[in-house]
């Protein structure tokens, strides 16, 4: 089965970096066909996409945030990467992994929505991260 689990720190101090890294098990990263995404979801606000790496290396990212936004990816250890800089405490945040069958910019390109939690086949816990001083 295949599992995605977040990791990283809880707390951020706002203008700092955040990263949060994604394992993936069941599965390898590198499988074809498959989106390896970052999403996070704000206290009265939906699910946004903030990027994706491709099993191919090839990243995309939201526009609001692609200035600001990395995703990388570590084959040998089977997990990606997200780091996130210049933080606000608006961005405090529930921020998850998932995995999905398309890059993000041709899913909303294609709905004309954001990201839905049935857009993606799988989906790691979420893991709570705070920006705060």
């Known amino acids: 089965q295949v599992q995605l689990q977040e990791s990283g720190p809880g707390l951020v101090k706002p203008s700092q970096t955040l990263s949060l890294t994604c394992t993936v098990s069941?599965?390898?990263?590198?499988?074809?066909?498959?989106?390896w995404t970052w999403i996070r979801q704000s206290p009265g606000k939906g699910l946004e996409w903030m990027g994706d790496?491709?099993?191919?290396?090839?990243?995309d990212y939201n526009p609001s945030l692609q200035s600001r936004t990395s995703v990388y990816r570590d084959t040998s250890k089977n997990h990606f990467t997200l780091q996130l800089s210049s933080v606000t405490p608006e961005e405090t945040a529930l921020y998850y992994c998932?995995?999905?069958?398309?890059?993000?910019?041709?899913?909303?390109?294609?709905?004309?929505?954001?990201?839905?939690?049935?857009?993606?086949?799988?989906w790691g816990q979420g893991t709570q991260v705070t920006v705060s001083s």
């Open positions: 998932a995995r999905g069958r398309n890059p993000g910019s041709r899913l909303i390109a294609s709905t004309l929505r954001q990201v839905r939690k049935g857009d993606f086949g799988s």
């Open positions: 069941g599965v390898s990263i590198t499988s074809n066909d498959y989106y």
């Open positions: 790496i491709g099993y191919n290396g090839i990243t």
